[in-house]
């Protein structure tokens, strides 16, 4: 995936690849090309990655090759055991949750998947949850508070999927129930935005003790390109909506709305998905340590305080 | 020939008339079936359609002076909060758009908290205004939820949530979002104590407040046809690629697919809220 802006940097990486393949005869002028081209590129994606504009921060954060729940699953965890089904209707891979092990401690981790080609994308139905997804995830919080395990959640959805069937099984209901969940269960929820934050699709599991964004991921009330569509009257004013919305890490931690930024390698989680996965990683486990400490009315008290106190007059 | 009373006296009459009894706040429309109604006789019938029963929009004061006994309410004042944390501009500041419907409906924001009592039986209720910027939830109504409830634990009685609205108030970006696990803070406290939350929705309720408090309630309560969803008809079109029924998303629809009690007429509305709050009120000999 090509993002516009990435575009001058691509054409460095290329030419940097080209000059390396030429220089296997081991001639220093080109070593020396290569070296200056490097110093130039990284000065570059520096420049482009300081100065993101909010849009180019939506499109880092919906870029193809970020890592996905799967990936977290598998840099993150070990023995994860994934559970399924709502045990009301049906199972949708559109969340995917289950037991694991995150050093030595016992977790209960739930997520949107993505997917990362054509056939898992329509497998996990690109990460837009039904309501079975957000009853099985209600399932296995209630199950974590029995174990009294704490919840990892991990956010990266465009939204609740707009469908047919969804609203007819109740989709609001379903989300509605979610957050209340999230809201009273008993043990610790830490919650991590990776990717895309969708509105109550993304809130629904992201309800959290602590709510932790990566540095380029995106949390938004509606799509920038869905609210130019009603405020401006044209999705083309998808750019001035995003700076409008307040939308990126930055504006989200100074607005209070978030606890924690997560540090991206430069130029973005996709350069480097492992480095970024042990970023999570580290916060994540620092959070816990603390977390675990409290009560389970400790929990749910700051939890509700936390909620009350949005946007109050400060 | 009656030609002459039939025909010539109303468009005389309209001609001459027209200068003081403008027509415009003395007959509306009716959204439905097209029929032009009598405002006073719309208003007796509390804004039911008399030529094919569509229940039409309410404002909020017009909802309280419905629902209490003798239209008798004491109102409270709503929360301050925060009013334009994002300093949002769209085509319009947000702050100008808050002042021209803060005119227009003479309120703070897009609900108003009161308590009453209905056939007797004391409540707080908190009803949506669909005039003030779609019934959308920022701040404010988050914040009034909440006083909402804390009243309803005070006086120990039930409290009832009207809903219209649209949804998240966009141009309180995240903090809109953060108002629906706020209204649920205050539904679990209801929970807690052991008091009951009823919810009648009216057309329409949908996004972040379909999917937070309004589909929250231990009764859920819907108007005639209100139009009640979480995704807008259009998206789902969009999404699908194929036309909705008619029916799709209406209040009868919801009931058939188990998500809500029941579907009650507006005449019969005021009767079944003072059955159930007699049966929960009264719940010991
Ligand atoms: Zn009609």
Redesign the interface.
Known sequence: MLLDFEKPITELDQKIHELSQMSSDGKIDILQDISNLQKKRDKLLHEVYENLTPFQKVQIARHTDRPHFKDYIKHMTSDFVEMSGDRLFGEDAAIIGGLARINDRTVMIMGHEKGSDIDSRLKHNFGMPLPEGYRKAQRLMRLAEQYQIPIVTIVDTAGAYPGMGAEERGQSEAIAKSIETCLSVSVPIVSIIIGEGGSGGAIAIATGNKVMMLEHAIYSVISPEGCASILWRSRDKKEEAAEAQKLTAQDLKRLDIIDQIIPEPLGGAHRDVKKTILNVKAALNKELDSLTKLSGSALKNQRAKKYLQMGKKT | MNWISNYVRPKLRALVGAKNETPENLWTKCPKCEQMLFMRDLERNHYVCTNCDHHLRMSAEQRLKFLFDEGQYKEIDLP???ND??K????KRYSDRLKTYRDKTKNMDAVRIATGTISDEKLVVCAFDFNFMGGSM??VV??SI?RAAEEALRIKKPLLIITASGG?R?????????????S??A??MMKNAGLPYLVLLTDPTT??V???????GDIAIAEPEAM?????RR??EE??R?K?PDN??TAE?LLE???IDMVVHRHELRAKLSRILRLLNQRHA
């Open positions: 301050e909060a925060q944390p994002l949002f501009k769209d085509t920022g701040i988050g914040e909440v998240a966009m141009q309180e970006g995240a903090f809109s979002l953060m108002q629906m696990p706020k649920m803070v539904v679990e996004g972040g379909s999917a937070s408090f309004a589909m929250a009640i969803g979480f995704a807008g998206v789902i999404t699908i194929e909705l799709f998303q629809h697919h188990g998500m």
